[in-house]
């Protein structure tokens, strides 16, 4: 708070006791685990300033020459721009919250950014999409009535990709999250990647009557577990002779050992595993949803995605729908009615 001293110094006494109160706050603006790698980013400039000579009055707040030198010498060092990235927001938010204008506003600092997004610039390879096919396949080999171990990762694989569901919301889910209706399920997400104020939301599955259908299938598994409502809906298993069971510690499986099921369950199915992940379950369903006409509104909605961008990363346009733009151009005639026709076969 040095650069509002002279405005605490003025304060009463009544209210110059809280001003300890206000960093813990102004921490707070960001969720914990950002928190923690903008602290880690700031810690690692103040240690190049101070092995580079420069004095602590020049680390914070400091000087649009002396960090665009600390980015040219991460981007010498780094395979990639984010270490990059990372540095340029934690010495913006540090200054942001000391009340001290950040040199990141600078053009020379912001021109040094953009060079290393370039200059460290990688190929993006996104991991395949997964199909109903695959879930059918899938389902066929693994379920097995009363088999609680194979129904939780069908459970799992079905809710993700109905519902468009990360892996850490899928882990989150409680029994007590479930509404089951008539003709949905309805699931209570309490938090998630993009629910920065943690107001919670739900997600609505439909019963589709098929062997498919997420909402039957999470009913056998909670029938054949015995589950309380306060039981994590992934939870861990214990083998024993009648099969396995929910073990009496109530406490979600790890990422780790869902990756590992998600790996056996769909390794027999498709040509290189490597190629997929969990969250090509999220993905698929996205395409899915695409590409079936679901409104763009209602899309987006059902995913939870902040903005436009993101949602559109999600979606693997099939042939017919990318074929359709140049299809519809007026550069083909019908052979039925020689004219230019969408309904008809064109040649």
Not at 75 to 88: G, L, P
Not at 272 to 283: E, G, P, Q, T, V
Request: glycine share 6%; net charge positive; proline share 2%.
């Amino acid at each position: 708070m040095q650069s509002h001293k002279d405005e605490i110094e003025a304060l009463p006494d009544a209210l110059a006791g809280k001003v300890d109160l206000l960093p813990g706050y102004l921490v707070s603006s960001r969720a914990a685990n950002t928190s923690k790698k903008y602290e880690y980013g700031f810690m690692r400039w103040k240690t190049w300033a101070s092995q580079s000579g420069l004095g602590s009055g020049d680390i914070l707040p400091a000087k649009d020459i002396s960090v665009a030198l600390y980015l040219m010498s991460l981007i010498q060092t780094s395979k990639s721009a984010s270490s990059v990235i990372t540095a340029y927001y934690s010495i913006k938010w540090f200054h942001d919250i000391c009340g001290f204008l950040s040199p990141t506003s600078s053009t020379l600092v912001i021109n040094v950014l953009e060079s290393a997004k370039r200059i460290l610039a990688t190929k993006t390879v996104k991991k395949e999409v997964m199909t109903v096919d695959v879930l059918d396949s899938m389902y066929d080999r693994l379920y097995d009535h009363g088999n609680l171990k194979s129904q939780r990762i069908i459970c799992a694989s079905l809710l993700a990709f109905a519902g468009f569901m990360r892996s850490s919301e899928l882990l989150g889910v409680m029994i007590s999250d479930l509404d089951f209706h008539a003709s949905y399920l309805s699931v209570f997400l309490e938090s998630s990647k993009t629910d920065k104020y943690r107001d919670g939301s739900r997600i609505l599955i439909a019963r589709t009557g098929t062997k498919l259908c997420p909402v039957v299938n999470v009913e056998k598994y909670i029938q054949w577990g015995d589950f309380g409502e306060s039981d994590y809906l992934f939870c861990n298993l214990c083998k024993s002779k009648n099969g396995f069971a929910k073990r009496v510690v109530n406490k979600a499986m790890t990422y780790s050992n869902l990756r590992d099921e998600f790996i056996a369950a769909f390794s027999p199915h498709v040509s290189d595993i490597s190629k997929y992940c969990l969250h090509s379950l999220r993905s698929g369903g996205a395409s899915a949803a695409a590409n079936n006409g679901t409104k763009k509104r209602m899309f987006k909605r059902h995913g939870r995605w902040a903005s436009e961008g993101a949602k559109d990363g999600y979606v693997k346009d099939n042939i017919k729908e990318l074929l359709s733009v140049s299809a519809r151009l007026g550069l083909y005639r019908c052979f039925l009615c020689r004219v230019s026709c969408h309904k008809c076969i064109m040649v």
